[in-house]
């Protein structure tokens, strides 16, 4: 005798749960998709300038300017504390100071020149003013370590 395979179908309920996963997923999905789109239009109203209409070379000179600009710190203040220095403790404190809030100051000018740049000088110019200065602090924290002959 052969066994018939009995196929028990999903009871009402059973649907309704699937179902109701589904709309869950769906509005899960574009509540996502709704956040991404609110930061973009965050990202565009901070920059004045709608992100497709930026070209994509001034995009990667954000990257390397903000490399620049860290590497340079880094070398900066690295270099007051380093272990070549001759100096005793009370002088490296008297030059640290200075060079520090020197240092933080340029930063400082750099976050608020983005700011107040980007709306009204735009990307390109205040990309290639970064770019300028992160290349300066690079170089300033090159010669600081005697790097360059």
Known sequence: MRRRRVRVSAGPSRRRRRREGDEMEV??????????LQQREDIEA?????????PAIIS??????????NVGITLILSSLFSLHRTDPLPH?????????????LGHAAVSVFWLVGMR????PVTTYVSLFVGLGSFFWGLGSWRALV
Do not use: K, Y
């Not at 901070?46 to 930026?54: E, W």
């Not at 954000?62 to 620049?68: A, E, G, K, P, V």
């Open 27 to 36: 509005l899960e999905e574009q509540i996502w998709e709704l956040m991404a």
């Open 46 to 54: 901070l920059l004045g300038v709608p992100l497709p209409n930026i």
């Open 60 to 69: 990667a000179l954000w990257r390397i300017d903000s490399l620049f600009l």
């Open 92 to 104: 490296l404190l008297s030059d640290t100071a200075p060079i520090f809030f020197l240092v933080a």
């Open 120 to 123: 009204g000088l735009g990307a």
